[in-house]
Each structure stands twice: as structure tokens, then as C-alpha cells.
């Protein structure tokens, strides 16, 4: 199956410093990108579709100035946590698909566990 | 988006057979059903996808019914490995299409 990566695995960082997280899709190109964000025994809430080459659409309530989302490349996405604080940690997790057919599968990477102190 | 409803819990033991049921009243015409597994601090890994009647593969068994408003994963003779959320998710599936995940069923198997 499709591989997607994500980097780092895990990061502590101070209040408010920023932390860039990458998405990739090793073995595929995806046009779109999902970003999700999982809290602690709770489920995947969507964040933002990263588009390449144009801008992210973000879910209602996301903030898109705190969230910064980078879709430079067909296989690369970033999320940068701008000014982040201890209720910004979580669990962010990526999504791609390899194709824009009807049942191409979305694949998930492993995750980037943040924790801000 | 269709809405899907899982048991919150399920408690298995070793060896048995185990079925997992979402119903998905409002599913679309063109929607597909599809279910993750999701261990502990990891991404959701896919499972198994089925549009009707019955889809197996490798690893489990997806029966959807003729009305499509629920539809069952099977997961045969379980081990402890395979303790884990399990999410039903319904919706287009296309690479373009985000999709919405509900709490899932947390899977809990006995040895």
C-alpha cells in the first residue's frame, strides 16, 4: 500500500515557540492533503485540506493564522504550529491519497506527537 | 457527510470471531463505506472498503446489507494484537474527498 511519512514523530517545545511539522507521500503524488488532530481518548478532527499550490481550506474553528499549512510539492505538506501553548498539545496526524479515483483510499501517517510545555 | 453510529466498546476473547456494527442511516447513493483500525499513538490504518453485499480481504470481511444503512466488519478468530479503535467511515471516496471520523469502537481483546 501507499506509504505516507511524517517528521518528527515527536517534539516537546516551549510556550510560545513555533514547530514545523512535514507530511510526505513516499511512494505516490498527492494534490490534497488532510491534517487532523487527535486529543487524548477522543477521535481524528479534521483541521485543514492542504491543497498543492494554493491555499489550505481550514474547518470551522480552526484558526489559519495559528495553523500554517504548506503544500510546496505533490509530496510534501507542512504544518507549522505558530506560537504554540500547552492546550496546542495533541496528536497531528496526515492524510494522503494516491489517486483522485472514486475509491482511491486515504492513507494516514503515523502521526507527530506535540507537547508543549 | 453521512453520520455513523458504533458501540462505543467491545470486549472479545482470543480465538473468537469478532463483529462490529455501524449503522450509516443517511448514507448517499454514490457514498462508500470504509474502516480503519487505529492502535495507540499511531496513524489509522485502512482495513477494508465495500460499496454492497461483501467484501473480504486478507485481513477482514465487510457485509453491507441490500438498503446500505449499516454494515458490518468481521474480524475472524482474533488475537490480542488486534486491540485497537476501530472507525466506520462513510463518504466519497476519492482521493479529493475529507472525511469525518466518529468515535469509533474500542476493541478490546482477551486472552
Known amino acids: 500500500g501507499a506509504v505516507v511519512s511524517q517528521h518528527p514523530s515527536r517534539v516537546i517545545c516551549k510556550s510560545g515557540t513555533s514547530v514545523k511539522i512535514e507530511c510526505r507521500s513516499l511512494d505516490f503524488q498527492a494534490t490534497t492533503m488532510f491534517w487532523y488532530r487527535q486529543f487524548p481518548k477522543q477521535s481524528l478532527m479534521l483541521m485543514a485540506t492542504s491543497n498543492e499550490g494554493s491555499k489550505a481550506t481550514y474547518e470551522q474553528g480552526v484558526e489559519k493564522d495559528k495553523f500554517l499549512i504548506n503544500h510546496a510539492s505533490l509530496t510534501l505538506s507542512t504544518l507549522t504550529v505558530t506560537s504554540a501553548h500547552p492546550e496546542d498539545s495533541s496528536f497531528y496526524i496526515c492524510s494522503a491519497a494516491p489517486g483522485t479515483g472514486y475509491t482511491d483510499t486515504q492513507y494516514f501517517g503515523p502521526g507527530t506527537r506535540l507537547t508543549v510545555l | 457527510l453521512a453520520k455513523t453510529t458504533q458501540p462505543i466498546s467491545m470486549d472479545s476473547y482470543e480465538g473468537q470471531e469478532v463483529n462490529i456494527t455501524c449503522s450509516h442511516n443517511?448514507?448517499?447513493?454514490?457514498?462508500?463505506i470504509t474502516w480503519y483500525q487505529q492502535f495507540p499513538s499511531q496513524g489509522p490504518r485502512f482495513i477494508i472498503q465495500?460499496?454492497?453485499t461483501k467484501v473480504t480481504n486478507e485481513v477482514a470481511s465487510l457485509f453491507i446489507p441490500a438498503d446500505r444503512k449499516s454494515s458490518t466488519l468481521s474480524l475472524p478468530r482474533v488475537s490480542l494484537s488486534d486491540t485497537a479503535v476501530y472507525y466506520c467511515?462513510?463518504?466519497?471516496?476519492?482521493?479529493?474527498?475529507?472525511?469525518?471520523f466518529g468515535i469509533g469502537t474500542k476493541l478490546q481483546v482477551i486472552p
Open positions: 465495500g460499496y454492497k
Open positions: 443517511n448514507i448517499a447513493t454514490n457514498d462508500y
Open positions: 467511515l462513510v463518504g466519497a471516496a476519492g482521493g479529493y474527498q475529507k472525511v469525518t
